[in-house]
Structures are given as C-alpha cells and as structure tokens.
C-alpha cells in the first residue's frame, strides 16, 4: 500500500443475524481478519436465496469511518470478501462505477438524490485510505 494513504485502524461487525457463537461487537485490525470472520459465519449462512445481515464499521487511523451493512450468504454461493463490498459501494456512490444494469440517465438519477457530500466523501476514501492489509 502506498505510505501516503491513512490506515485502517480497526473493522467492527456490530450486529448479525442468524446462528453465531462471538458475542457481538468483535473487532479486527486487518482486512484479511474481518474475511475470515465473515468466512466462517458464512458457513452456516443461508443457502436458499436468503441471507444473514451483518452491520459493520470501518475506522481508519485518522478516526475517519465508513459504515455499512454486509449481505453474507453461504459459502457455497460466494466467498466473502468485504474489501471488494466497501469498494464497490464506494465506487458506486462516488459515481465512477455505474451498475450494468443501470443507464447513465437513471444512475445519475439515483446520485441525484443524494447530497454531493456523500459522492466526494466516498472518493475521498477511495483516493486516500487503504482498501487492503499491507
């Protein structure tokens, strides 16, 4: 990771449905932690088209947060990999990554509703906070 971008100081997973034996918050310092976490709930994740809510927090060592909710299903199904999920909401948001499903008028329709903090606020993350373990 290149030394001039912030740190991830800790992932928290606040709440989660479904079977689970930690007893929630749990915390983790790296990426690769918060993955194997949720690889191992994934386990008894639903396989039925279904799936477990799991609330999570970001913080990087600055105290900059970004909080959002994971959709976990199966292993089965998918592998979880909540880097790529946190990325891809913050490309989404930030408005340089528009779903194949939708056209430009009606994703830049979506953006609008929201205010233009919320799309600079994402790609301040993306340009200058780590997305990864070092």
């Known amino acids: 990771m290149p030394e001039d971008k912030i740190n991830l100081h800790k992932i928290t997973f606040t709440f989660k449905e479904g079977f689970q034996h930690e007893k929630l918050p749990v915390s983790v310092s790296t990426w690769w932690a918060a993955n194997m976490i949720l690889s191992r709930w994934a386990m008894n994740a639903p396989q039925n088209g279904s799936y477990d809510k799991i609330d999570f927090q970001v913080e990087w060592e600055d105290g900059t947060t970004h909080e959002g909710r994971y959709d976990l299903v199966h292993t089965s199904i998918e592998a979880p ?3 790529r999920h946190v990325r891809e909401f913050l490309e989404f948001q930030a408005g340089i990554a528009r779903p194949s499903h939708m056209t430009e008028e009606r994703y830049a329709m979506f953006l609008a ?4 903090s919320l799309a600079e606020g994402c790609a301040k993350i993306l340009s200058d906070y780590t997305l990864g373990d070092q």
């Open 81 to 83: 990999c909540l880097i």
């Open 113 to 116: 509703r929201f205010p233009a």
